[in-house]
C-alpha cells in the first residue's frame, strides 16, 4: 500500500506560476506518476504523465506550459504550473500506476487561478 500526498496548491492570478508536489510514502521506482485534475462540475481529466523511462505525455491544454518531473530516490513527483489560466482552476489529483488494478491516489490539492 502506498500513500500518496500532494501539496502546493492554492491561489494564483492568470500568468502566475505554482508548483505541486506529490510525495509517496514508498518508492515509486518502476510507477508511471500520473496527474490528474477535476473542475467543477467536470469529469476528472488526464494532466501529465511520466513513467519509469521518463517518457512523457500531457494534455493538449497545458502543453508548453506545465512541465512534469519526478524524483524516485526521494519518491517526490512535481508538476510545474506556468502561465495560468482560470480553466486550470481544478482539484489535482497524483497517480502511481502499475496497472487497472493497482494504482493509487492522493486527496488531491485545490488550485484556483483568478483574474
Known amino acids: 500500500q502506498v500513500q500518496l500526498v500532494e501539496s502546493g496548491g492554492g491561489s494564483a492570478q492568470v500568468g502566475g506560476s505554482m508548483r505541486l508536489s506529490c510525495t509517496a510514502s514508498g518508492t515509486i521506482f518502476g510507477w508511471t506518476l500520473k496527474w490528474y485534475r477535476q473542475a467543477p462540475g467536470k469529469e476528472r481529466e488526464l494532466v501529465a504523465s511520466i513513467n519509469q523511462r521518463e517518457s512523457i505525455t500531457y494534455a493538449d491544454a497545458v502543453k508548453g506550459r506545465f512541465t512534469v518531473s519526478r524524483d524516485n530516490a526521494k519518491g517526490m513527483g512535481y508538476l510545474q504550473m506556468n502561465n495560468l489560466k482560470v480553466d486550470d482552476t481544478a482539484i489535482y489529483f497524483c497517480?502511481?500506476?502499475?496497472?487497472?488494478?493497482?494504482?493509487?491516489w492522493g486527496p488531491g490539492t485545490q488550485v484556483t487561478v483568478s483574474s
Open positions: 497517480n502511481l500506476y502499475w496497472s487497472s488494478v493497482e494504482e493509487y
